[in-house]
Structure formats: C-alpha cells, structure tokens
C-alpha cells in the first residue's frame, strides 16, 4: 500500500520530551560532596591530617563561599549536565539513514472516496454493496523522501508498531524522490489492470490479453532475435493469450528451439529462438514482457496519493463484488492486502504487520494476508483481527464468501 504515501505504501516524535525529562532526573540525582570535605580514601583508623579536624581541610585551606554563591564543585556539575542535555539534544536532530514504516490508513473498494464512488464500472450492470473490502497501507518516512532524525528512529524503535529499515534496504543507492514515485504509480497502474483481469477472468467474463516485448537482457536467446514492441501472437502454433500461455509453449519446448510468430512493425513473421533452462525450473527467452488488456467495459479506480501494487487483491474483490448480485460481505467489515496478476495469483508485500495494524485501529473483523507472507504474520496479529491466509484470487473470494456466512471458518487457512 510513503509523510509521502507508498506501498499502498502511504507517505514526529515525543522521544525528545522523554530525553529532557531522562536528562534532568540524571541532573537531580547527582550529590555532590558538601564543601570542606576531605576527597582522599583513608583507612578506618587513619588520622586526620595534622591541624584540622576530622573530615575538614588543613587550615588555611578551604575555599570561603561568597554569601549567596554556590559552591564551586556543585556549579561545575550543573554547567556539565546542561552540557550533557544539549549535546543530547542536538545529536537527536542529526540526519539518520533509516526508513520508518508506520501503519496508514485503510481504504474501503466498495466505498467511497469523498463524494465518489472508489471503484466505478461504466458499460455493465452493477449491484449495491455493504460492508467493507478495505486495502491497507502503510506510512512511509526516510530515504529519498526526506531524511529523518535519530529523535524519530528512536522513537519508532521504541514503538512497536513502527519499523525501522536501513534505507539502502529499502531504496537502491541513487534513488531520487522522482523515481519512486514514478515506479510507484506505474506498480498502482499495473496492479489496477491486473485486478480487473483476474477479476473478470474469475467471472468469466472474455477479454483479450497482449502480449508485447518490453525489453531484452543482454546476453539472453532472444538477443538479436526479438526487439522492443514486438508482439507475440504464437509459440510453436499454440496462440499467445495471456502470459501463463506462454510459459506453457515455452516450457513445452524442453529447451529446442521454438518458432515465435510476433507482429513487428503491423507484419508478423516467424523466428526461431532456443529457450534457456532458468533457475526457477522454467524455460525462458529473456524478454522482458509487456501487457495491454482490452476490457468489454471500462473500470476506473480513483485513489490518488496512494502507489504500489500490494492493493491488487482487494481491487479484484471489490470488483467481483460490484459486478455479481448480493452483498460479498454480508455487511461485515474485510481488509487484506497482497499483490495479484491476471491469472489471479497473489503475491506478497512489504509492511504487513503495519497493515494489521492498520486495519484493526479502521474496525476491521478479518484480514486477508498473503500465504508467503506468514512468517511477518505469526506472532503478530493485533487482538480481535481474524487472519486467513490465501494464494489465489479464488481462495481470498472462497475465504470471504465462508467468513461473512458466519460457518465453516474453521477450514480456511491460517498462518502456522
């Protein structure tokens, strides 16, 4: 789901008040000796040194106090505590290289979002929802965003619904404030597509999938072979209609050479290519791939400030909800989050346990996690927040459909 919203990542401290008071307790604590003792160690039967009296300094000696002055040794230490405070203070102010993860707010797909609806579907007949379907975010601060001081690292890390991430963990060196959110809108775009194709591909409701090349790695079969912005219509004789279609007749070769038909420049033409055995197990040509969806009727998302692709999921939901008859909820209050592709695969997601968080504090009853995001889930669901687990489009639907009817929740997955 970055302040600059990211991730349906969404984009400060009390630290520093608690810093002030920790320092002038130490200040308090402090008992200097009272003026006129004698500072050196002695044995029990020791004698005083000649002239003076037990525990006095010899005569002549001892400093005489102006009235109303305080004592040298105590002033000494007060100047060195005030001291202490503001070297403290100040270096809570210096620049630290973290990325604070904090939980943001939720965001209802079958609400509304001011005065319009989140999701609106033009062209096809729709039907009245309740409840809620609601995608997390989390809020995003550090990096290219904007530095943040150690007061507020310090602060989230006493926190524990916060994160504190290395920034070179989460950004790549180099990264400016314009790349994320560029990457960010096109992963909210991509994600957005995705949802509505598994979506209807969920209904079974026909659309057309192409599939086009959006780059080559170098070094790669398909070096030489295929350019950027041909468009694949076959492999082998078997048409090309979504990506997993591919992956099949690519991986139907067994690594001999496939005949790729793509349409270059509004001709098609035939290549060969040999695919290459990846470490995944699958064959593959080295192309990076590219995909336009042509829809029977046009689906709008608005969401403004919000990037990232971990939304796709609950989009896809709010979508069926809003394309089939019935309330998907029956007037309960979901969230989730979790990535998804047009064949209806969910992905993970950074920030989960921000995103629990941040459905709980919205009234949310279930969350819908990501099966490979369990282990961020185990031992971190807030209270009263029911988890299900889910890899599939179908199962994150099956997991609501059983959860809202109130029976058979024990049968849908949990996070071990």
Same mark, same amino acid.
């Given at each position: 789901?970055?302040?600059?919203?990211?991730?349906?990542?969404?984009?400060?401290?009390?630290?520093?008040?608690?810093?002030?008071?920790? *320092? +002038?307790?130490?200040?308090?604590?402090?008992?200097?000796?009272?003026?006129?003792?004698?500072?050196?160690?002695?044995?029990?039967? #020791?004698?005083?040194?000649?002239?003076?009296?037990?525990?006095?300094?010899?005569?002549?000696?001892?400093?005489?106090?102006?009235?109303?002055?305080?004592?040298?040794?105590?002033?000494?230490?007060?100047?060195?505590?005030?001291?202490?405070?503001? !070297?403290? &203070?100040?270096?809570? !102010?210096?620049? &630290?290289?973290?990325? !604070?993860?904090?939980?943001?707010?939720?965001?209802? @797909?079958?609400?509304?979002?001011?005065?319009s609806p989140l999701i609106t579907i033009e062209g096809e007949q729709?039907?009245? @929802?309740?409840?809620?379907?609601?995608? @997390?975010?989390? *809020?995003?601060?550090? %990096?290219?965003?904007?530095?943040?001081?150690? %007061?507020?690292?310090?602060?989230?890390?006493?926190?524990?619904?916060?994160?504190?991430?290395?920034?070179?963990?989460?950004?790549?060196?180099?990264?400016?404030?314009?790349?994320?959110?560029?990457g960010n809108a096109e992963a909210m775009t991509s994600s957005q /597509?995705?949802?509505? &194709?598994?979506?209807?591909?969920?209904?079974?409701?026909?659309?057309?999938? /192409?599939?086009?090349?959006?780059?080559?790695?170098?070094?790669?079969?398909?070096?030489?072979?295929? #350019?950027? %912005?041909?468009?694949?219509?076959?492999?082998?004789?078997?048409?090309?209609?979504?990506?997993?279609?591919?992956? #099949? +007749?690519?991986?139907?070769?067994?690594?001999?050479?496939?005949?790729?038909?793509?349409?270059?420049?509004?001709?098609?033409?035939?290549?060969?290519?040999?695919?290459?055995?990846?470490?995944?197990?699958?064959?593959?040509?080295?192309?990076?791939?590219?995909?336009?969806?042509?829809?029977?009727?046009?689906?709008?998302?608005?969401?403004?400030?919000?990037?990232?692709?971990?939304?796709?999921?609950?989009?896809?939901?709010?979508?069926?909800?809003?394309?089939?008859?019935?309330?998907?909820?029956?007037?309960?209050?979901?969230?989730?989050?979790?990535?998804?592709?047009?064949?209806?695969q969910v992905g993970p997601i950074g920030g989960i346990e921000q995103?629990?968080?941040?459905?709980?504090?919205?009234?949310? #009853?279930?969350?819908? &996690?990501?099966?490979?995001?369990?282990?961020?889930?185990?031992?971190?669901?807030?209270?009263?927040? /029911?988890?299900?687990?889910?890899?599939?489009?179908? /199962?994150?639907?099956?997991?609501?459909?059983?959860?809202?009817?109130?029976?058979?929740?024990?049968?849908?997955?949990?996070?071990?």
């Open positions: 789901m970055s302040a600059e919203p990211v991730c349906a990542r969404v984009q400060a401290s009390p630290f520093p008040c608690a810093c002030t008071a920790r *320092y +002038s307790r130490c200040q308090t604590g402090l008992r200097p000796r009272a003026p006129g003792k004698d500072s050196r160690l002695r044995s029990p039967n #020791e004698e005083p040194p000649a002239g003076s009296a037990a525990g006095a300094e010899p005569a002549g000696t001892a400093p005489r106090a102006r009235p109303g002055q305080r004592p040298p040794r105590r002033r000494a230490l007060m100047i060195a505590g005030g001291t202490a405070f503001v !070297l403290g &203070a100040a270096a809570l !102010l210096l620049p &630290a290289p973290y990325v !604070l993860e904090s939980p943001g707010p939720t965001f209802n @797909t079958i609400g509304e979002i001011g005065d729709t039907y009245s @929802t309740s409840g809620e379907l609601a995608l @997390t975010t989390v *809020y995003v601060s550090g %990096g290219p965003n904007g530095a943040v001081n150690m %007061g507020e690292v310090v602060g989230a890390w006493l926190d524990p619904q916060d994160a504190v991430l290395p920034v070179d963990f989460v950004y790549p060196p180099g990264t400016t404030r314009g790349e994320i959110q560029e /597509e995705s949802a509505v &194709a598994a979506a209807l591909d969920e209904l079974g409701i026909p659309f057309t999938e /192409e599939i086009s090349v959006a780059g080559i790695m170098e070094g790669a079969p398909a070096e030489g072979v295929l #350019e950027t %912005g041909d468009i694949i219509v076959s492999v082998d004789g078997n048409p090309v209609t979504s990506v997993e279609s591919l992956r #099949e +007749s690519l991986n139907a070769t067994g690594g001999d050479a496939a005949r790729i038909t793509v349409r270059r420049d509004g001709e098609e033409q035939t290549l060969e290519v040999t695919p290459s055995l990846a470490e995944s197990g699958a064959y593959q040509v080295g192309a990076y791939l590219s995909i336009d969806f042509t829809f029977p009727f046009e689906v709008a998302i608005a969401l403004e400030n919000v990037g990232g692709a971990s939304a796709g999921m609950m989009f896809a939901l709010g979508i069926i909800d809003k394309l089939t008859p019935g309330e998907l909820t029956e007037g309960h209050r979901f969230a989730g989050t979790g990535t998804i592709d047009a064949d209806g995103k629990m968080v941040g459905a709980a504090e919205s009234g949310a #009853e279930f969350f819908l &996690a990501p099966v490979a995001n369990c282990d961020d889930v185990t031992g971190n669901i807030p209270d009263g927040l /029911e988890v299900v687990s889910v890899s599939t489009l179908e /199962e994150a639907l099956t997991a609501v459909k059983t959860l809202a009817s109130g029976s058979g929740a024990g049968d849908l997955a949990r996070c071990p």
